[in-house]
């Protein structure tokens, strides 16, 4: 499970500090279904349901595009398609040679990315993975149109069985599509939004694809949707929440994400969707940003040292790294580093991260610190259920619906309009 440290983040705290009993009412008014967007709760217990549903089939289906495919085009964006990013790239930085390539299209409107993706993929076998809750999604549906027929011309009339779709169980175009088409379909379940899906088909094919004990991550998730429902102020989402809302009722209006793993940056891409989307409206909301450890330090780390002081950090810490490096001795020493040589690189970088959050909270910068074992599946399912549990509990206790994104609407409307598209004004 995630432990929340925050000594670093007290000295900033003012009066009582955190409300926790704001936090007790905000975890009720979640798992009772008593608040605004109750009925977009089911990811609490999504885990439970997909092994008894759709986890099996999903396995298959990834083992199937294993065996006849060096690539998988996942197409989507937002929550159709950022946690699976971030769990791959988290997971498996560094593919294994076995393993296909993972490509992400459909989360932006670029021909030059589109272009490169089409060149990387040449003649290679492949199959497509389309995301889309509502199937209306206008970057996934022009990525999905352009793959469709690809693959038509690779394949012909094998081409519909290189799809598959992951939409609502009923309704939207696409799921009209596979039903025509006969594509093999995966569901987004109704009671679960695009930025809490993760752990649905719409993350877990493609991770499996990735080789990704996707099992493992069901069953960890399982657990510790258990252990994070206890009351009571030793649970770690009561405690980020509570504090994070603290903060910015206290002037902090911006959170930093942070870790010292290069492969977590879409984790946190992942993570500001989260609680961007979640609390960001009705004119309140802590505004999420990132920085990668130690590299941002050289380009970020003076504005955090110096700049105004409406930041906090919260930093994400893997206890337990899954490998070692030593570093070399010399002999002749030219470059100054025998001071650190025999050291393993990770204790060099706990030591530094030791020393950033010293440095950050000496100028200023309330620390949040987030603890875990290690960069593996258990890792990142207590990751996901943690942050999520505890995104609804902050948004409750600001006062916003956590499970609506009435905003996003506002671009694609203007977009639709200018492009032509019939019917919109
Ligand atoms: O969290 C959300 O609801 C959004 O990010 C959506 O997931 C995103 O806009 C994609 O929508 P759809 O899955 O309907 O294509």
Redesign the pocket.
């Known amino acids: 499970m995630v432990k929340v440290n925050l000594k670093g983040a007290e000295m900033f705290f003012k009066g009582n500090g955190p409300d926790y009993s704001a936090a007790a009412a905000a975890h009720k008014t979640l798992s009772e279904g008593t608040g605004a967007g109750s009925d977009f709760r089911g990811w609490l217990t999504i885990p439970e349901i997909i092994k008894e549903t759709e986890l099996d089939r999903i396995v298959k289906a990834a083992e199937l595009i294993r065996s006849r495919s060096k690539a998988l085009i996942v197409i989507?964006?937002?929550?159709?398609y950022l946690g699976a990013r971030g769990a791959i790239e988290l997971l498996r930085p560094i593919p294994a040679e076995d393993d296909p390539q993972v490509f992400f299209a459909g989360n932006g409107l670029s021909a030059d990315y589109l272009n490169d993706i089409l060149a990387k993929l040449g003649d290679k076998d492949f199959d497509v993975n389309v995301?889309?809750?509502?199937?209306t999604?206008l970057e996934?549906a022009v990525s999905f149109r352009i793959f469709r027929e690809l693959l038509a011309k690779k394949y012909g009339k094998d081409a519909d069985k290189h799809i598959f779709a992951t939409t609502d169980k009923a309704r939207g175009v696409l799921k009209g599509l596979a039903n025509e088409n006969g594509w093999e379909s995966f569901i987004i379940p109704d009671d679960v939004?695009?930025?809490f899906s993760v752990l649905t088909a719409v993350g877990l094919l493609p991770m499996a694809v990735a080789g990704i004990d996707v099992r493992k991550v069901i069953d960890c998730a399982i657990e510790e949707m258990k252990a994070l429902d206890v009351r009571s102020p030793e649970n770690p989402t009561w405690q980020y929440a509570a504090a994070r809302q603290h903060l910015y009722q206290n002037g902090f209006g911006v959170e930093i994400l942070g870790a010292y793993e290069p492969s977590f940056r879409f984790m946190a891409e992942w993570w500001k969707?989260l609680y961007g989307?979640s609390e960001g409206k009705d004119g309140i909301g802590i505004f999420p940003a990132s920085v990668e450890f130690t590299a941002d330090l050289h380009s970020m780390g003076q504005y955090i040292q110096e700049g105004p002081r409406m930041l906090f950090e919260s930093i994400v810490r893997f206890t337990k790294p899954l490998s070692k490096y030593a570093i070399p001795f010399d002999d002749a020493d030219a470059d100054g580093l025998n001071y650190v040589a025999g050291r393993d690189l990770s204790e060099v970088g706990a030591v530094a991260a030791d020393a950033v959050k010293e440095a950050h909270i000496s100028g200023g910068v309330p620390n949040i610190e987030i603890d875990l074992d290690s960069r593996d599946e258990a890792g990142f399912a207590a990751l996901v259920c943690f942050f999520e549990v505890a995104c609804g509990i902050s948004g409750y206790i600001s006062g916003v619906n956590p499970f609506n994104?009435p905003g996003?609407e506002a671009y694609k409307k203007n977009m639709f309009r200018m492009l032509g598209k019939p019917g919109a004004k």
Do not use: C, M
């Not at 995301?131 to 199937?135: R, T």
């Open positions: 989507g964006i937002g929550g159709s995301i889309s809750k509502s199937g999604t996934p939004g695009g930025r969707q989307e994104q996003v």
